[in-house]
């Protein structure tokens, strides 16, 4: 992988955007092989929990538009089908969480990959912004659908037709980030959670994974029907058992992710 670097401890995979010079702007080559990573880590058994985060001063700027300018004109359907929604999808589908450690500015595609995780640990240095009217471009790589479910409509009608940068501060009032730290407390933040989930019974956050993102779109009636099928799967996990023992036994449980 020559865009990114990938590390792999004590059950937390670190995802590390690498392009710093261009604020770890996508090209096609970034694109590719984040979705070849993350594919990676949803494959290895040894992971349970998986940290994004950029090098350098940025998350992610989003889109290389100079890239994109020299490759001539490009057709946008094909190119989110191609590189970003499969990135979208695979943290959405990853059966383990995704923390996003968000060193610095998260702006249009870069945004929305943000937004898709499902923690982010905010530098209070950090900003967002949905750019794309700034080319009069529309919201993509899921941003619709994150956005208003998470602010409401009319403040995500804002945020998206005025391209307003909002701050860390600003992001976890509105409940866009779980966390802001200072800049020199970042990584030590992401630590902590990185290493409670990866403690965690993996399977039975996957399933919840699953059902907190139907329940944004399904009625209550499909809801009830689906966390009964859930609770049956985790029910009969070993880590189930191993939580109930540890019950009994009046200790803490050692998960295993089973």
Known sequence: MTTLLMDIQDGI????LNRPEVYNAFNDPLSYELQDALKKVE????????VLTGAGKAF???QDLKASMESGKRNLSESLHKRYNPIIRAIRNMPKPVICRLNG????????????C???IASE?????EIFVNIALVLD???????????????????????TKITAAEALQMGLVNKVVPAGDLDTAVQEEAAYYAAAPTKAI?????????????NLDAVLDYEAYCQEIAGNSADNAEGLQAFREKRKPAFKGI
């Open 206 to 218: 996957a399933l919840m994974k699953k059902m907190l993102t139907k329940g944004m779109t399904e």
């Open 43 to 50: 494959k290895d058994a040894s992971v349970r929990v998986v």
């Open 60 to 62: 992610s700027s989003g």
């Open 118 to 120: 499902d923690m982010i």
């Open 141 to 163: 790589s899921g941003s619709s659908y994150f956005l208003p479910r998470t602010v409401g409509y009319h403040r995500a009608f804002e945020l998206a037709t005025k391209a």
């Open 105 to 116: 500015v998260a702006a249009g595609a870069g945004c929305s990959i943000a937004l898709a």
């Open 125 to 129: 240095t950090a900003t967002m912004i």
């Open 13 to 16: 995979a670190t995802i590390t």
